[in-house]
């Protein structure tokens, strides 16, 4: 099942680029992202409480917070960055360059996590890796 979620998060991933590239044509770039994220807010804390599971915010531990505190500013740092991106080069561009996070997020797994990878998974970064430069690279 967590394919069908992942496949469904990058579709809904790549409207949110393409509905965000249309958006800071007119707009500062730090200005869409702010008005993304109150919807953003919004709409998290919504689950949040339709879900009943607000109650549970008290059960949190200290170090649970940290990590999802800086999670959350990395995520702003990122998006802005993102968006900035957005707004000097093309999607199509830009959007691949960007999924760069998944060598990445191997290289910290394997290092802070300690999850165990194959020459699959490194075969499979080094083509996305590739095929992420090669299009961020094309000329227009």
Same mark, same amino acid.
Do not use: H
């Given at each position: 099942?967590?394919?069908?979620?992942?496949?469904?998060?990058?579709? *809904?991933?790549?409207?949110?680029v393409?509905?965000?590239?249309?958006?800071?044509?007119?707009?500062?770039?730090?200005?869409? @992202? *702010?008005?993304?994220s109150? /919807?953003?807010?919004?709409?998290?804390?919504?689950?949040? !409480?339709?879900?009943? =599971?607000?109650?549970?915010?008290?059960? #949190? &531990?200290?170090?649970?917070?940290?990590?999802?505190?800086?999670?959350?500013?990395? +995520? /702003?740092?990122?998006?802005?960055? +993102? @968006?900035?991106?957005? %707004?000097?080069?093309? *999607?199509?561009?830009?959007?691949?360059?960007? %999924?760069?996070?998944?060598? @990445?997020? #191997? #290289?910290?797994?394997?290092?802070?996590?300690? &999850? %165990?990878? =194959?020459?699959?998974?490194?075969?499979?970064?080094?083509?996305? *890796?590739?095929g992420?430069?090669? !299009?961020?690279?094309s000329? &227009?």
């Open positions: 099942m967590w394919i069908v979620f992942s496949l469904l998060a990058a579709l *809904a991933s790549a409207v949110v393409t509905l965000s590239k249309a958006g800071i044509k007119q707009v500062d770039s730090s200005l869409a @992202f *702010a008005i993304q109150v /919807c953003i807010l919004l709409v998290s804390w919504g689950v949040v !409480i339709g879900q009943g =599971n607000l109650p549970d915010v008290s059960r #949190i &531990e200290r170090r649970v917070w940290i990590y999802l505190i800086a999670a959350g500013i990395i +995520t /702003c740092v990122s998006s802005l960055l +993102t @968006f900035r991106a957005l %707004k000097l080069g093309d *999607a199509s561009r830009t959007s691949p360059l960007d %999924k760069i996070s998944l060598v @990445f997020t #191997i #290289i910290l797994a394997v290092i802070f996590l300690k &999850e %165990k990878i =194959n020459w699959q998974v490194i075969a499979g970064a080094v083509l996305m *890796a590739g992420a430069v090669l !299009i961020a690279l000329k &227009e």
